[in-house]
């Protein structure tokens, strides 16, 4: 399985770097009201930990971090070396500012020749050992469902892997999914950012219609992969509306083509209301109506159930103002990309 590492250190320890292709930067720059540097100049002053301060830096931090890889995904490389980050706060005319400066070095790695082939047979490092080790006994408390310690959080981050991911989704967090309404930690989604586009979309949505609080992650990692959307709206409406807001870092014609059929399935989706005679209110004379798929009734004239919002579709105002985003979205990208 492929893999991409962001390491501080300018070389990969056990591992061969066959190829220095640059210097990348990114430059992250996220503004901060007044009321939060107000709590948060508070809070440090009363010894605490400022939260409003901590959570914009983890943003940035992580933003950097795509970026970073995104450069250099585009340069062909799958590493980045000597990976530094410098955090400043910029303020004047009661305005302040977080900057975040993130410099790393991309190159090639041999991150799949972990075992090597000698004179005498088959070797192994001792590093490689240490890392299948402890990744064993990662997957073994996420089976089990026993909490993770930092150490174990660190050591997941420092070799990331789409087999955690595999046991988060299956086994770890359906144990925290009393409301449905799961937020996934920072390390779920740091690891994320530290794992290929193209390994982690599968696994996410593969796991998606089963536990629907993936799609924060979707969105918040931008994982939006037009073509695993165009397979939920086949089976679920709903599924494929609450990602379609999510993003991925860069489109091309392929991907809009898809999106245009997305576009094209929602405007196609069938008549589920019932349409048949009846009277509105008591003293009403019977007339052609719609029910809607919550028992409201209409009349035809209406372009949706003035009681709840819903259409004949059964998509809501907040469904429609979704679907009508994405078209935006779909058209400026298709602008852009012709050159038009």
């Known amino acids: 399985m492929k893999r991409f590492l962001v390491t501080t250190t300018p070389l990969l320890d056990g591992i061969k770097i066959q190829e220095y292709l640059g210097v990348v930067n990114a430059n992250i720059v996220i503004g901060a009201n007044v009321i939060s540097d107000f709590a948060a100049s508070l809070t440090d002053f009363f010894g605490g930990t400022s939260d409003s301060y901590q959570k914009r830096m983890n943003e940035m931090y992580e933003s950097a971090i795509k970026e970073l890889k995104r450069k250099t995904m585009l340069m062909g490389g799958n590493a980045i070396v000597s990976f530094n980050v410098d955090f400043d706060e910029l303020s004047g005319k009661g305005k302040s500012m977080f900057m975040l400066s993130a410099t790393g070095t991309a190159c090639v790695a041999n991150l799949n020749e972990d075992i090597k082939l000698s004179d005498n047979g088959s070797i192994i490092s001792a590093d490689n050992v240490k890392r299948v080790v402890e990744k064993n006994k990662i997957l073994k408390k996420l089976s089990s469902h026993e909490a993770l310690t930092a ?168 469904d429609r103002e979704i679907v009508e985003n994405f078209k935006t979205k779909v058209q400026v990208i298709k602008k852009e990309l012709s050159g038009n």
Do not use: W
């Open 151 to 318: 150490s174990d959080c660190n050591q997941m981050l420092a070799n990331p892997s789409c087999d955690y991911l595999e046991y988060i989704f299956q086994y770890y967090y359906p144990i925290f999914r009393k409301d449905g309404n799961l937020n996934y930690s920072e390390e779920t989604k740091q690891l994320v950012s530290l794992l290929q586009e193209q390994e982690v979309v599968p696994i996410v949505y593969k796991y998606y219609p089963q536990n629907k609080a993936i799609a924060k992650l979707i969105i918040g990692c931008s994982l939006f992969d037009p073509k695993s959307v165009l397979d939920l709206l086949s089976k679920d409406k709903d599924l494929a509306i609450d990602v379609l807001a999510a993003d991925k870092p860069y489109y091309n014609m392929e991907d809009v083509a898809i999106m245009e059929q997305i576009i094209k399935g929602f405007e196609e989706l069938p008549d589920i209301a019932t349409h048949t005679k009846g009277k509105l209110g008591l003293f009403g004379k019977e007339t052609d109506i719609i029910i809607c798929p919550y028992g409201h009734k209409y009349l035809p004239e209406n372009n949706c159930c003035p009681t709840c919002g819903t259409d004949v579709r059964g998509l809501t105002i907040d």
